[in-house]
């Protein structure tokens, strides 16, 4: 009993300095809380072993023995979710208050043991003073949970094992020893080689440690996990260029990075600091580069690449503000995209622009609140009929453009029937409907792209004047 006794003592020091390195981590992360909150439940467990050892009489143990299931119930869930955070899966919240509610079911039924025999049919004391349980139907149920918990948390471990690298499978082979030590030994006690005696609470305490140790030997379940699960892709070079360490999301984004050539051969990799990497676009997401000096106590230096995700920042500045459509910032770059794959693909584009007439007379009449109604509904009108076709966007002002993926007669005809639509609209604020003149041309796989917007941008001008034309003329007759 001694023995046990500063066994106990020795799990009690280590958990307990281990809890407070990870509350002095400055690092934030979600496994903090598991970490701590199954720790510290893991405590409570030991606390009152510890006193169930030492205090005599039958009502103190067994007040011994309800103290410690407060922590004892919850510490297979609470490593059960660890293990989930620490792979970065999400848990729907039904299953979430299922984990939890058994536990605090199991509880009561602990704490009302002397009442009812569903947890405890019969506790007694044994010759050398520890407590013999003759376990009830709840007490079974009970264990058939954890058994259930055991079997997914390390079936969810194995499955992750595949991917990880050598350092992070150290980790994930804590985190299912940490499990299956506690398993074990309630198999045992069941088994009956244990003479009565309940010593799951010992493999719990050995589950900690497990724990415990993967903290004093790794740091809060291993910090280079964490750079590998970052969204934010990490380059660390040395002073020479040379690769010292790239996290998963760098590779994501530098596939490179990953081949053998870059990491065995320590290939020069100044080009990285280069300004062709000042932004890189993958797929749809674009990334900004930073590049910040390091170096540590031992003399050795380096740089360090960090690599954010904007493309929510860039979606919104290409985006403008009123209407919601693309703007003139975005226009030529995409109109450079898709005439060079017109070049590639031999397929038709066009650029068609579009103009409200008399726009001017509408916001000193009407006011600029409502000049904002006639542009936002044009946008509108714009973005339905066309937008299946092409990219819209808000040039300036009272000016809009298309970027049409087809010829030039589909174009004209998808304009001239936005042009019904938008003329058909009536407005609160005055009598008269608004009208807008466009014009368009389709690419010739020679001209730049500003030709090609300027021949657009003439052809809209001489529909204009031509409505103008007729205005004028129609009020003289008046």
Same mark, same amino acid.
């Given at each position: *009993?001694?023995?046990?006794?500063?066994?106990?003592?020795?799990?009690?020091?280590?958990?307990?300095?281990? %809890?407070? *390195?990870?509350? *002095?981590?400055?690092?934030?992360?979600?496994? =903090?809380?598991?970490?701590?909150? &199954? #720790?510290?439940?893991?405590?409570?467990?030991?606390?009152?072993? @510890?006193?169930?050892?030492?205090?005599?009489?039958l009502a103190a143990k067994i007040d011994a023995v309800k103290f410690g299931y407060i922590g004892k119930v919850f510490v297979n869930p609470l490593l059960l979710m660890l293990a989930v955070r620490f792979y970065e899966v999400k848990v729907p919240k039904l299953w979430q208050t299922f984990i939890y509610l058994v536990p605090i079911i199991t509880l009561y039924l602990v704490f009302t043991c002397e009442r009812s025999g569903l947890y405890y049919q019969d506790i007694s004391l044994g010759p050398d003073g520890l407590l013999l349980v003759i376990p009830g139907p709840a007490y079974h149920a009970y264990v058939a949970y954890n058994t259930l918990l055991a079997m997914i948390h390390i079936s969810f471990c194995l499955y992750q094992r595949p991917r990880l690298r050598r350092r992070e499978k150290n980790n994930n082979t804590i985190l299912i020893l940490a499990n299956i030590i506690p398993f074990l030994s309630l198999m045992v006690y069941l088994a009956g080689w244990t003479k009565g005696f309940d010593i799951s609470t010992i493999g719990i305490m050995v589950g900690a440690l497990c724990v415990t140790f993967?903290?004093?030997?790794?740091?809060? #379940?291993?910090?280079?996990? *964490?750079?590998?699960?970052?969204?934010?892709? #990490?380059?660390?070079?040395?002073?020479?260029? =040379?690769?010292?360490?790239?996290?998963?999301?760098?590779?994501? /984004? /530098?596939?490179?990075? !990953?081949?053998?050539?870059?990491?065995?051969?320590?290939?020069?990799?100044?080009?990285?600091?280069?300004?062709e990497f000042a932004s890189?676009?993958? &797929?749809?997401? $674009? @990334?900004?580069?930073?590049?910040?000096?390091?170096?540590?106590?031992?003399?050795?230096?380096?740089?360090?690449?960090?690599f954010d995700d904007i493309?929510? /920042?860039?979606?919104?500045?290409?985006?403008?503000?009123?209407?919601?459509?693309?703007?003139?910032?975005?226009f030529y770059p995409m109109l450079d995209d898709a005439?060079?794959?017109?070049? =590639?693909?031999?397929?038709?584009?066009? %650029? $068609?622009?579009?103009?409200?007439?008399?726009?001017?007379?509408?916001?000193?009449?009407?006011?600029? $609140?409502?000049g904002d109604i006639v542009l936002t509904t044009l946008a509108d009108t714009l973005y339905q009929t066309c937008g299946q076709h092409g990219d819209?966007?808000?040039? &300036?002002?009272e000016e809009f453009a298309v970027i049409f993926?087809? !010829?030039?007669?589909?174009?004209?005809? /998808?304009?001239?029937?936005a042009l019904d639509e938008f003329s058909a609209i009536s407005y609160e604020f005055m009598d008269e409907m608004? $009208?807008?003149?466009? &014009?368009?041309?389709?690419?010739?796989?020679?001209?730049?792209?500003?030709?090609?917007?300027? =021949?657009?941008d003439q052809l809209m001008y001489k529909r204009k004047k031509a409505f103008h034309d007729q205005e004028r003329a129609a009020q003289a007759d008046t």
């Open positions: *009993m001694t023995v046990m006794s500063v066994t106990l003592i020795i799990g009690l020091a280590m958990t307990g300095a281990a %809890v407070i *390195m990870i509350l *002095m981590d400055t690092h934030e992360t979600s496994l =903090r809380e598991y970490a701590v909150l &199954g #720790l510290f439940c893991a405590i409570l467990t030991m606390i009152s072993y @510890y006193v169930e050892l030492q205090t005599p009489g993967s903290i004093f030997r790794y740091g809060l #379940l291993n910090k280079e996990g *964490m750079l590998q699960n970052m969204a934010t892709g #990490l380059i660390f070079l040395d002073g020479d260029n =040379r690769l010292i360490y790239a996290n998963r999301k760098a590779v994501q /984004i /530098i596939p490179a990075l !990953g081949t053998p050539l870059v990491r065995t051969h320590k290939l020069d990799l100044k080009q990285l600091c280069s300004e890189i676009q993958v &797929g749809s997401a $674009s @990334y900004q580069r930073k590049i910040t000096e390091w170096s540590n106590g031992e003399g050795h230096n380096g740089k360090l690449l960090t493309t929510e /920042i860039r979606a919104r500045l290409n985006r403008d503000a009123m209407t919601g459509l693309l703007n003139h910032a975005s005439m060079a794959e017109s070049k =590639r693909t031999k397929q038709p584009y066009c %650029v $068609s622009i579009a103009d409200i007439n008399s726009f001017k007379l509408i916001n000193d009449t009407y006011g600029h $609140s409502n819209v966007f808000r040039y &300036g002002g993926h087809c !010829g030039y007669q589909q174009a004209e005809e /998808i304009m001239q029937y608004v $009208s807008f003149s466009y &014009g368009t041309a389709e690419y010739d796989s020679h001209e730049t792209s500003v030709d090609l917007f300027d =021949r657009a």
